[in-house]
């Protein structure tokens, strides 16, 4: 029998999570042919998700739990459900019924029937998320499709399924700091991509601010190119071009109409706009020393207070 593991981080989901895996188990249940298992993945909740998960387990043979000794972020919980999967095939998949389970039967035919490696959803491109929030993101798929080697439609979400091929791909990128959505794309493999009407969240409510989301951006573009330290180059290069243009009009100016006092304003002009850019050209780099920086302490992405599996993979290399 085919085996589908599907992979759930969980953060302060007490709400919503056992309404999450009935609605789910209806769907699963319409599906006879595959065998499918849960793999909770508690995020460091700071309410009783630990506590709904073990009730879940005990009622469901095939809901396993790992479970954090803090938060460690999305990003981490879906590394470590998907390095402890062991299935043909992994969705990956919130728990706030978001990510509507119903599309599981397109999924699955996807990639059992249709060839593909992987099957993921984007969002509806007809539909708002608020004006400001979608301006953002829509300059954050351009901006990275453009800067970065990756490529992703607009509006993709993380929600998806893929081969036990494909995953154990990702498994291979074992840096600490994480852009999921980047990840997948980067190791390519054959992917479908399918929309669904994406709704309000029903119970419990989202841990992402504006801030976290333009943090979510940089990361995005940050984890996966180095445009920005060319940008600085190039923006030196013209600089300096300009500098000796303007060297070189004075030096004929002084030649033919003789010395005159500049005015001090042109003085401070340039020196505070250059201090500007200086500062700002140091920022960027330093963004890249500190990723540098965090990546080579080489810790784990992820360590486990609890779980029901019956051995957890928590090496990178592994
Ligand atoms: N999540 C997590 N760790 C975090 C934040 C969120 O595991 O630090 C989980 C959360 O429980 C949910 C999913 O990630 O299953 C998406 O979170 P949310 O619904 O808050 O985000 P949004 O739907 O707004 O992207
Ligand atoms: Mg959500």
């Known amino acids: 029998m085919t085996t589908i593991d ?7 989901e007490e709400e919503g999570l056992a309404h999450f ?4 188990n209806k769907v699963i249940d319409t599906l006879p042919e595959y065998d ?14 630990f506590l709904v998960m ?4 005990d009622k469901f043979s095939n809901v396993k739990y790992i479970s954090f000794s803090r938060n460690f972020g999305k990003e981490a919980a879906m590394y470590a459900g998907l390095q402890n999967s062991s299935a043909d095939y992994v969705i990956v998949m919130d728990a706030d019924l978001q990510h509507p ?6 999924l699955i035919d996807a990639v059992i029937n249709e060839g593909y490696d992987c099957c ?3 969002r509806d491109e007809r539909e708002g998320e608020g004006v400001l929030r979608g301006v953002f993101s829509k300059l954050f798929f351009k901006l990275s499709n453009r800067l970065t080697d990756v490529s992703m439609p607009y509006g993709a979400m ?3 399924i893929m081969s036990r091929q494909m995953v154990d791909s990702i498994l291979e990128l074992s840096e600490v700091q994480r852009f999921s959505k980047g990840i997948f794309s980067w190791v390519g493999f054959k992917t479908k991509w399918i929309s669904f009407k994406t709704v309000e969240r029903q119970l419990g409510k989202t841990t992402w601010k504006f801030s976290s989301l333009f943090k979510y951006a940089i990361d995005g573009i940050a984890c996966f190119s180095v445009a920005p330290l060319r940008f600085i180059a190039v923006m030196g290069a013209i600089i300096s071009g300009g500098a000796l243009l303007y060297i070189l009009i004075t030096l004929i100016q002084t030649l033919i109409f003789g010395i005159e006092t500049p005015g001090y304003v042109t003085l401070l002009c340039a020196v505070l706009f250059l201090g500007g850019i200086m500062e ?24 486990v207070h609890k779980t029901n599996l019956d051995e957890i993979k928590n090496k990178k290399d592994a």
């Open 6 to 12: 599907i992979v759930v981080p969980c953060y302060n």
């Open 21 to 24: 895996v009935l609605e789910t």
């Open 36 to 49: 499918f298992r849960y793999i909770l993945v508690n995020d460091g909740s700071k309410d009783k998700t």
């Open 54 to 57: 073990k009730q879940l387990s």
């Open 101 to 106: 389970p119903g599309v599981f039967p397109q």
């Open 120 to 122: 993921a959803t984007k």
């Open 158 to 160: 993380d929600y998806r």
């Open 280 to 303: 700002f050209s140091i920022g960027i780099v330093g963004e890249y020393i500190g990723r540098i920086y965090m990546e080579t302490k080489n810790r784990p992405i992820y360590i």
